[in-house]
């Protein structure tokens, strides 16, 4: 029988009879999916990914997803259809690890033990709503010592950075009288820079390697190169989002 695109909801003929049993199953399907809660359906079975059944998936708008088995022992992947459809994902598994909810051939979204995120499947990959950022940033009074690293910043959560930390700022009262670049790093690798031109207070960004992510227990530094040129007051913020 023909069904309606996402949900699979079973859709009324012209020609049969009790038109209203498949017209209400209908109705509780869509109410299910708008605006039901589920804490048993998207339940882990072992220390692997794990896939529910499409019905499972499409039958519940909210899931606590649980691993009644034990605990995860490290981040797996929650694999829900191909198909367009909006999830609140509430990670109750035990062991303290982030789940990835995702779909089998794209990309997907990081939910962190303990957490509730609202999530949507476009039919191709798992995307977050917007409302999710995580920026981060600081000041640095006067002028930072040179040659070495002057701010850091351990991360507990995923959280991700675009190239060229697109949408971040960066600002100095006392401009330098040269060029200056300031080393961006990731556990103390050089993954992009914040750049200031001579005689100027507002910084550019780049990025040596596209976007970045960072995982709980990773870091994120600033080092200052051989000579600051005068510059002073430094002050930053640095564009990212959750997962």
Avoid at 54 to 63: E, I, K, Q, T, V
Avoid at 93 to 116: D, K, L, M, Q
Avoid at 195 to 222: K, N, Q, W
Wanted: proline fraction near 5%; include cysteine.
């Amino acid at each position: 029988m023909p069904t309606t695109p996402n949900l699979n909801l079973t859709h009324v003929e012209e020609s049969q009879n009790q038109k209203e049993v498949t017209a209400n199953e209908a109705f509780d399907g869509l109410d299910k999916a708008l605006a039901g809660h589920e804490t048993a359906d998207f339940d882990f079975p072992s220390d692997a990914n794990y896939t529910p059944t499409p019905a499972d998936a499409r039958g519940s708008l909210s899931f606590d997803v649980v691993s009644t088995f034990g605990s995860l022992s490290a981040t797996r992947d929650l694999i829900v259809p191909t198909a367009a459809k909006l999830y609140v994902i509430v990670n109750s598994t035990t062991g303290g690890r982030a789940i990835n909810v995702t779909t089998s051939g794209g990309t997907g979204i990081i939910v962190e033990n303990g957490t509730r995120r609202l999530l949507y499947c476009d039919g191709t990959n798992v995307v977050a709503t917007s409302g999710d950022p995580f920026d981060v940033g600081g000041f640095l009074s006067g002028t930072p010592a040179i040659s070495q690293m002057v701010w850091k910043v351990v991360f507990t959560r995923h959280v991700s950075f675009p190239d060229d930390f697109a949408g971040s700022e960066g600002h100095l009262e006392t401009a330098p009288t040269a060029a200056l670049s300031i080393d961006i790093q990731k556990n103390s690798s050089s993954i992009g820079s914040m750049d200031f031109a001579i005689s100027t207070a507002v910084a550019t960004f780049t990025t040596s390697g596209g976007a970045t992510t960072f995982v709980p227990g990773d870091t994120l530094e600033l080092h200052t190169p051989s000579d600051m040129l005068s510059a002073a007051d430094l002050g930053w913020m640095l564009f990212g989002s959750r997962g």
